[in-house]
């Protein structure tokens, strides 16, 4: 069960821009809940392929969705871990491969309309940041901030180089930077809850913006 009263901080923004790594420092400094609503989308994605479900599928799509368990476990000090049936998949569901599935399978309305109440009972208190594509919009439109966080493409692909390469995965700029115009593509460009800012959002560009000066910015904004 949700708590509507508890405040939500909605992040917004593509594939790059540092959601998650923003949300989960705010989150930390406020002391509150946080969703990191993609992890779900992988979530079913990776569930779908554990299971040869076909992208192109979407009846098989739906039924997953609902036969997929997604927990997050906090570990101290380190990135939560997202358990799929009682299995730890984090690293699996990090991969550039569960990301792409992840924006295709959530194109399906009635995927998107299942995962509504899951994300919606992070609401608790003392207060949620929720990171995604449409926090802002859709799923807590009545959030009290909410942000959309861009960075030139370029820089969106040469962060995800350097995390990737870090992680010892042998990737090319060039493929990272294909695959995430891509990706912005069909997840703006969807008919149902397409990223977008909503129109209350403050926009904050962090193309050469440091990680600790975003999180100050996206601070001052709660704070006011
Ligand atoms: N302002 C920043 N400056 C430099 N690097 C950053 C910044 N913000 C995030 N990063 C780095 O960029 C990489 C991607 O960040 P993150 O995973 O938070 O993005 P995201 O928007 O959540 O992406 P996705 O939607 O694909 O999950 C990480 O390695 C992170 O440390
Ligand atoms: N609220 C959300 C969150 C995610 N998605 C889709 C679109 C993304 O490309 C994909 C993976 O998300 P990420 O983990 O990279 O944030 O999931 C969405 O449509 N709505």
Redesign the pocket.
Known sequence: MSDPAAPVLAI?GP?GSG??TISRAVAGQLGWHYL???????GV?VAAGWNDIDLADPAALVRCTFDTRIAFRDLPGGEPRVLINDVDATDE?RTET???A??A???IPEV?SALKDR?RAFRQQPGLVA?????GTV?FPDARWKVFLTASAEERADRRYKQLIGKGVSVTLAGLLREILA?DA??AN?PV?P?RPADDAVRIDTTGVGIDEVVARVLAVVRG
Do not use: P, T, V, W
């Open positions: 917004d594939s959601k998650g990191d609503s993609g992890a779900l989308y992988r994605g569901l569960a990301g792409a992840a924006s399978i959530a194109a998107r994300q990171d995604g594509r449409d926090m799923i990706r069909r997840d969807r809850a990223l």
